[in-house]
């Protein structure tokens, strides 16, 4: 077995066992001589399937403390995205239109599945995006939170997975759409939705959903007649 081999073996076998949950977020891994020892390979073997491990956001090194399991991240999903977005042929638009399906389905099931404390936490995001006092960053965020949190209420983790990366490439229209039309807009878009989610009404909440996004696509358009948008390839994102 090649040196490239033993490595993919021992990165598998430590992701299946973090996946698996039998190491929870925070749990410290044994130590490279412990599993060297373990899996019959050299401590050179274990240490480059945990700098693979790293690299895919699933464990963090501290010095002095080990090497940890890391809670699971769509960062490297996210930064997928924006190599894909590099594509000249590629632009935020085309991202944009992928969360008409997917939001709609997520406000349905949210209405179903939401407690009370995603009522609380989305009104919350609402309370900022309702004050002109706050920053147009607070707004941005206020406004990404509360998706997030909808998709959080459907009890689905795979909608949070989906979601968090293309929300965070999303930001940058984000601004732009409550810089030149105001949070009000939105806030008010948001208030149907939960209003909706409030009243466990999944067709209404999905309607609601669908008016949001379709003002949002509009809003882009005209944004882009008034002064062409670069495309997302060109963008960075925090």
Same mark, same amino acid.
């Given at each position: 077995?090649? =040196?490239?081999?033993r490595?993919?073996?021992? +990165?598998?076998?430590l ?14 891994l ?6 060297s020892?373990?899996?019959?390979v050299?401590? @050179?073997?274990?240490?480059? +399937? ?10 963090r ?5 080990g /090497?940890?399991?890391e809670?699971?991240?769509? #960062?490297?999903v996210a ?7 590099? #594509? ?11 969360r008409?399906?997917?939001? /709609?389905?997520?406000a +349905?099931?949210?209405?179903? =599945?939401?407690?009370?404390e995603?009522?609380?936490q989305?009104?919350?995001?609402q309370?900022?995006?309702a004050?002109?006092?706050? @920053? ?8 990404v939170?509360f998706?997030?949190?909808?998709a ?10 989906v979601l ?6 999303l930001?940058?229209?984000?601004r732009? /759409?409550?810089?030149?039309?105001? &949070?009000?807009?939105?806030?008010r ?11 466990r009404?999944?067709? &209404?909440? &999905? =309607?609601?959903m #669908?008016?949001?996004?379709?003002a949002n696509?509009r809003?882009?358009?005209e ?7 670069p ?8």
């Amino acid at each position: 077995m090649s =040196q490239l081999d033993r490595v993919s073996r021992v +990165a598998d076998y430590l992701e299946q066992i973090i996946l698996s949950g039998e190491l929870a977020a925070g749990a410290e891994l044994p130590s490279e001589r412990e599993i060297s020892s373990q899996l019959g390979v050299s401590r @050179t073997v274990v240490r480059e +399937a945990l700098g693979r491990l790293s690299s895919l956001g699933l464990v963090r090194s501290i010095h002095g403390s080990g /090497t940890r399991v890391e809670a699971p991240s769509s #960062r490297q999903v996210a930064l997928g995205y924006q190599r894909l977005l590099r #594509r000249p042929d590629v632009k935020l638009e085309h991202l944009a239109a992928i969360r008409w399906p997917l939001e /709609t389905a997520i406000a +349905a099931l949210a209405a179903e =599945q939401r407690t009370d404390e995603h009522l609380a936490q989305l009104a919350k995001a609402q309370k900022v995006l309702a004050s002109p006092r706050r @920053t147009l960053e607070s707004h941005v965020k206020a406004d990404v939170a509360f998706h997030a949190i909808l998709a959080e209420a459907t009890g689905n983790p795979l909608f949070q997975a989906v979601l968090e990366p293309i929300a965070e490439l999303l930001s940058e229209s984000r601004r732009q /759409t409550l810089e030149h039309y105001g &949070a009000e807009l939105a806030h008010r878009h948001h208030e149907k939705i939960l209003d909706a989610v409030r009243r466990r009404d999944r067709e &209404a909440a &999905a =309607q609601a959903m #669908r008016e949001h996004i379709d003002a949002n696509y509009r809003h882009l358009a005209e944004l882009a007649q008034a002064a062409p948008m670069p495309s997302a390839g060109e963008r960075t994102t925090e």
